[in-house]
Structures are given as C-alpha cells and as structure tokens.
C-alpha cells in the first residue's frame, strides 16, 4: 500500500482497512526527513527508517481489528498534522 508524506501530512489511499497483514510503501515527497510510525492493537512503535527527501521505505504489520494511529516520530511533525487515525475492521 501506497503512502506519501510532506510537510505535514501523510496520505494515505483508505483510512479504513480490513484486518491483516500490510506493507506500506512510504515515499517522502518533502523536503524534511519523515517517517511512517504505527501504534495500536499488538502493534508499539513500529516504523519506518528515517527517509531524507525524495527517499523511499517498507514497513510490514499484521493490523488487527481496532484503532490504529499512523504518525510521523520525528522532531514534532506529528504536533505539526502528520497524525492519521486508521480504523481496522
């Protein structure tokens, strides 16, 4: 699954997802380091490297039923918007 990020948003295809496993594609289209953090149902803190600009990264998580926050852990970007909730079905 697609993801991009800039200053300061992430965009994600759906914010709602069936149960399961997923790898995220994330592409920083900004002009700051970012990355794709996840916390929630059996999921602490995973996350991607951090991406310089114009870079590219996997993430893969098994998401279960429930809420899911999709963030941004570098600096204060996530203060900043780059905070997305996701609910799992």
């Known amino acids: 699954m697609t993801v991009t990020e800039s200053e300061f948003t992430i965009a994600l295809p759906s914010k709602t997802l069936p149960a399961g496993t997923y790898t995220f594609t994330v592409t920083n289209k900004g002009k700051f380091a970012h990355n ?6 059996g999921v602490q803190d995973k996350a991607t490297p951090t991406l310089a600009p114009g870079s590219t990264g996997d993430l893969t998580v098994t998401l279960q039923k429930g809420s899911y926050e999709f963030y941004c852990s570098v600096d204060s970007h996530k203060d900043m918007g780059m905070d997305v909730t996701v609910q799992v079905t």
Do not use: A, K, M, Y
Request: aromatic letters at 0%; a negative charge; charged letters at 15%.
């Open 36 to 41: 794709l953090t996840v916390d929630g149902s």
